[in-house]
Nanobody
Framework: QVQLVESGGGLVQAGGSLRLSCAAS????????MAWFRQAPGKEREFVAG????????IYAESVKGRFTISRDNDRNSVYLQMNSLKPEDTAVYYC????????????????WGTGTLVTVSS
């Protein structure tokens, strides 16, 4: 069993930065593809960024390219999302996801999900 716990959300002014963290339990973390999703008020959950088991081939939603960076540290069973140049439209609950294959995780078919952390960007 893998459990995911997100942290790092909060209130930030437009143009600011936040770094989200996702801590995973289990000895098989390094075999999991990882992704971040978000759900804004009144909207459906959407893909934000993904990274494969080796940390290669990061994928980003067009709306966050150049502003967000996903990374992972398998020795610490953690994945991160560095968010820069935040915009009010980035306001959402952000969820960490894990599983395999990578393509399925990116599409929302993850095996494991965290319970989310709220990011609020004010204008």
């Amino acid at each position: 069993q893998v459990q995911l716990v997100e942290s790092g959300g909060g209130l930030v002014q437009a143009g600011g930065s936040l770094r989200l963290s996702c801590a995973a339990s289990g000895r098989t973390f390094s075999t999991q593809a990882m992704a971040w999703f978000r759900q804004a008020p009144g909207k459906e959950r959407e893909f934000v960024a993904g990274i494969n088991w080796s940390g290669s081939n990061p994928i980003y939603a067009e709306s966050v390219k150049g502003r967000f960076t996903i990374s992972r540290d398998n020795d610490r069973n953690s994945v991160y999302l560095q968010m820069n140049s935040l915009k009010p439209e980035d306001t959402a609950v952000y969820y960490c996801a894990a599983g395999s294959p990578y393509s399925a995780v990116r599409a929302g078919g993850a095996d494991y999900w965290g319970t989310g952390t709220l990011v609020t960007v004010s204008s």
